[in-house]
């Protein structure tokens, strides 16, 4: 059963990575924003994407969930000393990652090629889309001026206040041709406990994709989004914060709002059993569940469940 | 005093270390072989300029002579993985040189402006100058036909015999305008014991560097070699074979040949000194002495007895 999972960082690998281990291999299509992506030492670089690949190849750091297990930062080391910033911190084999990526762009392959083309020798099963071939950069207004998304998410570690958020590039950019026709043969569309604001919402900017999602749900398919809001906090980063900056509630309710009208479907933590008759009040199914992801058997249960309701509201 | 010295690899850096230690700071400029530079994985990749600089900053391997101290392979472990060329192998803190040489010359500076940057940040007291900014590319001629330096040296492990060599991109050169004003206020050029086909004469080749030298001559200014041969043998790599399959004799003797017009002095090793004799009917003056540079101190003695010879010519 095709199943397209939408995911930012960590959190979206976590159940990418539950979705690989209960589904059949190739049944997995993950589209990933690539609005956090940036230049560095004139290396393209990719964060959500990469995390959710190592993660689906199970090299992910299993502690902080981004980055390789096992890595060392001997490049690093060196890049301080010629003076390039450190603030965004590259170990050494994930720095490999970069460099193979940046020769195959620069030779004019597309980003979808070149992204496929290192998860095949990584071993993955199934395909990581970026959402588009085309550049989309994900900028935030703060009290500081308008930031790119890793100098406020990295370098000043989310400190500042957002007060806007804007996705450079989305308008004129183009979804990629492979994400537009796996939406079209889903037969589940899951959008990952990722932040709203900054992971998801940069993916539906990009024209074609929120389309083809009302599109898969008007043939039937199924459309249900997993909190990142647990208890009025981010699992992982500053989603609460900025939920809360940007006009919304900091809680799955406040998610669950931005979602009204792309999802029939909506999945909360068992800690916020209260808010479902709320969120039901939306318009959305509620699936309330143990969605903590601790350990792979966790992020297994969390997809299974997932699964499950997203199936019943297909019969419904 | 200014002193200039010609270098390749690991020869040519163990005679500037020497140089730079008995030298007042400053006063020692390196004209280093770019004909074995070579694009990696997209980054730009230079391996007696490395070699000779990592030397100067007293980062180099001590062991093996090139690469750094204490190097790791994590990101060429991860390039393998990916497919990528394995046969030259870069290690982690080599690799960010690479990155920062590569996105500066991108950017489109100068390769002499990039490496001085380089060599700054590593602390060096002296240029280490590229012969010049273009592209030259040495290439030789086995029974495999014509292959890239490295992909010999490298790659097949200098296995094959050379039958011919050439430096593309040679004539159509410029001489880096540094290199044309070091040769014109050197008080000293040495040519380091560095293989004298593919580390001194791609540097020879170059348009304006042999005349800058001849005029220096002409001033009165001393240009003594070092011989990289000792006993018939190369101390590191080729030299020997290359001579031989190339029509020169393997030999201290046979290195004096191809410098006759370029050199006033030539150092011959000890074990060499029944060759004192024929080299000198060539019209050189000799030097024996003890030319391993098997330890800092040996490095340093090796180039005070190199100045002392030079300085007895231009008094005689």
């Given at each position: 059963m095709p199943v397209v999972v939408l995911a930012g960082g960590v959190g979206g690998a976590k159940l990418a990575h539950g979705l690989q281990q209960v589904l059949p291999p190739g049944d997995l299509t993950v589209i990933v924003n690539v609005g956090d992506d940036l230049e560095l030492h004139g290396l393209a670089v990719m964060p959500d994407h990469d995390t959710v690949v190592y993660t689906l190849a199970g090299?992910?750091?299993?502690?902080?969930?981004?980055?390789?297990?096992?890595e060392t930062y001997a490049a690093a080391g060196m890049l301080a000393r010629y003076?390039?910033?450190?603030?965004f911190r590259l170990g050494d084999q994930d720095l490999a990652t970069h460099v193979v990526r940046t020769v195959r762009l620069r030779a004019g392959e597309r980003l979808t090629t070149v992204c496929l083309t290192l998860q095949a020798a990584l071993g993955l099963a199934g395909p990581v889309l970026p959402m588009s071939d085309d550049p989309v950069r994900t900028r935030v207004r703060t009290d500081e001026g308008w930031l790119d998304f890793q100098d406020y998410f990295v370098r000043l570690h989310q400190a500042p206040e957002v007060r806007e958020v804007r996705f450079d590039g989305a308008t004129a950019a183009t979804a990629a041709p492979e994400v537009i026709t796996a939406l079209g043969a889903a037969e589940v569309i899951v959008i990952a406990p990722s932040n709203p604001i900054v992971s998801i919402e940069p993916i539906l900017a990009v024209p074609g994709i929120r389309a083809a999602m009302q599109a898969a749900r008007q043939r039937g398919v199924p459309v249900v989004a997993v909190s990142p809001i647990v208890g009025g906090r981010?699992?992982?980063?500053?989603a609460d914060r900025m939920l809360r900056s940007l006009g919304s509630e900091a809680s799955a309710l406040g998610v669950a709002t931005r979602y009204v009208g792309l999802v029939d479907g909506f999945v909360i933590d068992e800690t916020d059993h209260a808010l479902g008759p709320s969120v039901a009040a939306l318009g959305l199914r509620v699936l309330v569940t143990d969605t903590i992801m601790a350990d792979d058997a966790a992020r297994a249960r969390v997809a299974r469940a997932t699964l499950r309701f997203a199936a019943s509201q297909r019969t419904a």
């Amino acid at each position: 059963m095709p199943v397209v999972v939408l995911a930012g960082g960590v959190g979206g690998a976590k159940l990418a990575h539950g979705l690989q281990q209960v589904l059949p291999p190739g049944d997995l299509t993950v589209i990933v924003n690539v609005g956090d992506d940036l230049e560095l030492h004139g290396l393209a670089v990719m964060p959500d994407h990469d995390t959710v690949v190592y993660t689906l190849a199970g090299l992910a750091d299993p502690v902080q969930g981004w980055g390789l297990a096992g890595e060392t930062y001997a490049a690093a080391g060196m890049l301080a000393r010629y003076g390039q910033p450190t603030w965004f911190r590259l170990g050494d084999q994930d720095l490999a990652t970069h460099v193979v990526r940046t020769v195959r762009l620069r030779a004019g392959e597309r980003l979808t090629t070149v992204c496929l083309t290192l998860q095949a020798a990584l071993g993955l099963a199934g395909p990581v889309l970026p959402m588009s071939d085309d550049p989309v950069r994900t900028r935030v207004r703060t009290d500081e001026g308008w930031l790119d998304f890793q100098d406020y998410f990295v370098r000043l570690h989310q400190a500042p206040e957002v007060r806007e958020v804007r996705f450079d590039g989305a308008t004129a950019a183009t979804a990629a041709p492979e994400v537009i026709t796996a939406l079209g043969a889903a037969e589940v569309i899951v959008i990952a406990p990722s932040n709203p604001i900054v992971s998801i919402e940069p993916i539906l900017a990009v024209p074609g994709i929120r389309a083809a999602m009302q599109a898969a749900r008007q043939r039937g398919v199924p459309v249900v989004a997993v909190s990142p809001i647990v208890g009025g906090r981010a699992l992982k980063g500053p989603a609460d914060r900025m939920l809360r900056s940007l006009g919304s509630e900091a809680s799955a309710l406040g998610v669950a709002t931005r979602y009204v009208g792309l999802v029939d479907g909506f999945v909360i933590d068992e800690t916020d059993h209260a808010l479902g008759p709320s969120v039901a009040a939306l318009g959305l199914r509620v699936l309330v569940t143990d969605t903590i992801m601790a350990d792979d058997a966790a992020r297994a249960r969390v997809a299974r469940a997932t699964l499950r309701f997203a199936a019943s509201q297909r019969t419904a």
